[in-house]
Structures are given as C-alpha cells and as structure tokens.
C-alpha cells in the first residue's frame, strides 16, 4: 500500500492465492533467519541443562524461554576455535564477534586492512536476499566504529559487528528505532520519505493515515480472516509508532537538560531490544526481508544496567575470577538478555504465518562466541536454535556435541533447509551430524 513516502507491505494473506495454489504455497513457504549476540560470555552454571534430549530441564538463565520451549533447542559443545588466540596473543572479544557468523580468524590489526570472511548471514542474503525488499537487515543497541583500536591492536570494526559482506567489508549496523522504521516503511525516495516523517511528526498522524485509501480498497475485497490478520498487523505498526514518539518526547526532555540521546531511542536497553525485535518481526511478517543479524550490544561492552540494578560495567563483571557478588551481577545481566529474546520468540509465536505462525516458519539463533567471560573461551559456546523452518528441524532438545564441534557446521545445515547451498564457510568440517 503506498501513499507520500510510504509503502506500507502486508503480511501474506489467503486472498493473495488462489485455493488451488495453497498446498503449492506451504511447499515454498518463506523461511526466516536471525541470529541474535550477546557479548561477554555467560554464566554457564546457570544456561547449562544438565539432561539431555527432549524435556529437558530449565536452568535460571533459560527460564523466560518456558513458553515457548517445544520450539527451543539448546546446542552445546558447539565451538569457534578461530576466535582463540592461535598465536595472536591478546584480543578474544574482538575475535569472538568477528569469527561467530564467518568461522575465520580476524587479522589483528587496528588499521584499515582489517579481515575476516564472509558470514553465514550474507550467504543466505545473496541468494533468498533477492527475493525480498531487503536483501539483509542488521540491527544492534550499540553504536560501533569502524576504525580505531577497541581491543588489543584489534580494530573496532571486529568487536561492533557480526555480518560482513566480505572479507575486508563489515555491515554497519542500525541502532536508531525512527531509522529502522522509516527504512522498512519508506519508498525508497529520500525526500518523500523525509517529508511524509515530517507531516507525520507535526501533526500526530500514523503512517498508516498516508495509505488509507489503499488499505480501504483491499480491505473491501477481503474476508473475515484476512481482515483480523491485517488489523492485527496494523494494530504491531501503530504500536510501535506509539513508543517511538514517546522516547522522543523522553530524550527531547533529555536534551534540554543538556544529555543528548539518539531520538527514539528507549534508555532502558531491554525496551530498545524489543522495540527492534518488534521490527524484526514486522519485516519478517510483511516479507521485507528474511535474513537479520541483531547484536544486542557490541563485544566487549562495558555498558552498566542500571535498569536492574547492577551499576558496575558489564565487561567488567564477566571478568568476575568467581566473586560471588559479580558472579551474581553477570546472572541477572544474562537473565536480562536472555528475557528480551525470550519476548521476541513468543511475538513471533504468537503472529500467523503460512500455515503455522512466524517462529514455525523460521530459525533463529541466539547467544554469544564466549563461554566463560573469565576464561575468554570460545569453545562449548552458549547457543540455542529457535523455529521449526517450516518443519525441517526438530525442536524441543538439549543437543551435546562432541567438544569441540565447529560452529560453522551448523551454519551449512542452516542454509542448506533454506535451499542455499555452500561447500564449506570458514572452519566447517561439513554438515552438523545428529541435529537433523
């Protein structure tokens, strides 16, 4: 639906195929990939399930992932043996985000010849990226430079990104929640796209509001299911217009005080996390796209979470050497995470898709490429698999694999249930046995 600087896509309705192509239209049904990072390892004593197979148990950290658990896999003694050391001395956060989606081992280097490889991410967007608006979407909470030295002599363009296009080439993440919006729902011309923002913003319209005419004509040509589908996809688009102007008006009232904050831009990092996977969801919902990558903070991040309580830097607790007081502090910052992709796999769970709903009809990774922040390890890595990909997965287990096992493996398998198709991707040995 377009209207001034908007094009609004739908989410896939019954009325967009005839009843002789429905059984053609599961076959291909679109299939969604993302992979959400966390930095600074884990407290493990506390992710780790200890029975294996299907029912298995919920440690503290795993816990808000209770509803959604038949859909959950936990996968260990995964491993990204490229991000240890290997002679480089100093510099495993860095390493850790730049091998945990391309396998390789990132040259240490804080000039301009950074290189690592090419990540899972992208090669799925090179091929099944044709078929959407976008061909891949990066999302973060941190924003990140792309030259300086951030760890060791490693530049920061290791540590603030996980997809690269190429081996000498990171993505550039989006951080700002109006950006990711306006990108997802503007037509694709600057200046429209600028004024239709503009017109919104003065007079408190819903971008919904530039594409009523379009919407009505459908609407008219719709039955009930379509109609309940849409309102409940138009009902996601106004709520998040709704808590985009909010923080705007919050960091409007910042500003005057003199603290300056990127406009839309939530100050609690556990609403910026859902405001974004919101999105996530409305771009894999409406078909923008089918391949994100989502760091819910750069590696390393030193960032302090206030909101709960724990006023010390967040890097500085995963070097905890066991205290119990920053052993505590990492649990609850892990608990925090782990709630906020929680919130993200029930909103998938809970929006309809072709036959099923939006988790049933992808794969979404989640976890970091440290271990124990302490040990800086990359190797039994905190990692779970979420979505059935339209079937082609099972779900619901605790999976032990030999440690350690190549992370990038699981990567092949990965893109071979969307029909891509790679002979290898940075360490890989070859497909990951005894997941499928």
């Known amino acids: 639906m377009r209207g001034l600087g908007t094009m609004v896509a739908l989410p896939y309705l019954d009325a967009m195929a005839p009843k002789v192509a429905v059984a053609q239209t599961i076959k291909t049904r679109p299939i969604r990939m993302a992979y959400m990072f966390v930095p600074n390892g884990i407290h ?80 799925a967007a090179m091929e099944i990226g044709k078929l959407t608006k976008f061909a891949s979407l990066e999302l973060g909470c941190e924003r990140g430079a792309m030259a300086g030295n951030c760890d060791s002599g490693y530049s920061c363009a290791y540590s603030s990104a996980i997809s690269w296009r190429g081996p000498s080439t990171p993505n550039a993440k989006e951080v700002n929640p109006r950006s990711v919006f306006e990108r997802l729902f503007g037509n694709g011309d600057g200046l429209e796209t600028a004024e239709s923002a503009a017109k919104r913003r003065q007079a408190e319209l819903s971008i919904l509001d530039f594409v ?145 709903t939006l988790l049933d009809n992808s794969m979404v990774l989640f976890g970091g490429g440290i271990s124990d922040g302490d040990r800086h390890n990359h190797d039994d890595l905190p990692l779970i698999l979420a979505g059935k990909a339209g079937g082609k997965i099972p779900t619901g287990q605790h999976f032990v694999f030999p440690n350690p096992t190549p992370m990038s493996n699981l990567f092949l398998t990965m893109l071979d249930r969307v029909g891509v198709r790679v002979d290898r991707l940075g360490d890989s040995t070859g497909k990951l046995q005894g997941l499928w």
């Open 44 to 123: 493990m004593d506390y992710w780790r399930p200890k029975r294996t197979g299907k029912k298995y148990d919920l440690p503290e950290i795993l816990s808000p992932f209770a509803e959604v658990q038949d859909s959950v896999s936990v996968l260990s003694g995964l491993a990204q043996m490229k991000a240890f050391a290997n002679g480089d001395g100093p510099g495993d956060h860095a390493r850790s985000s730049a091998t945990w989606l391309t396998g390789v081992q990132a040259r240490k280097t804080a000039g301009s010849d950074i290189h690592a490889g090419m990540s899972a991410d992208q090669f």
């Open 212 to 356: 009523r005419e379009d919407a009505e004509r459908l609407q008219a040509r719709l039955g009930a299911r379509d109609l309940q589908k849409m309102e409940e996809y138009f009902e996601a688009v106004r709520d998040i217009e709704v808590r985009l102007a909010k923080y705007e008006r919050e960091n409007r009232d910042l500003m005057v005080s003199g603290v300056e904050a990127p406009k839309g831009t939530p100050r609690d990092r556990g609403e910026h996390i859902r405001l974004l996977g919101d999105m996530m969801v409305l771009a894999f919902q409406a078909d923008l796209t089918r391949v994100c990558t989502f760091m819910f903070a750069n590696e390393g991040s030193n960032r302090p979470y206030q909101e709960i309580g724990v006023t010390d830097g967040h890097h500085d607790i995963s070097h905890h050497g066991k205290d119990p007081s920053k052993l505590q502090k990492k649990r609850d910052i892990d608990l925090y995470h782990a709630q906020a992709a929680a919130y993200i796999l029930k909103k998938m769970q809970a929006t309809p898709d072709v036959d099923g």
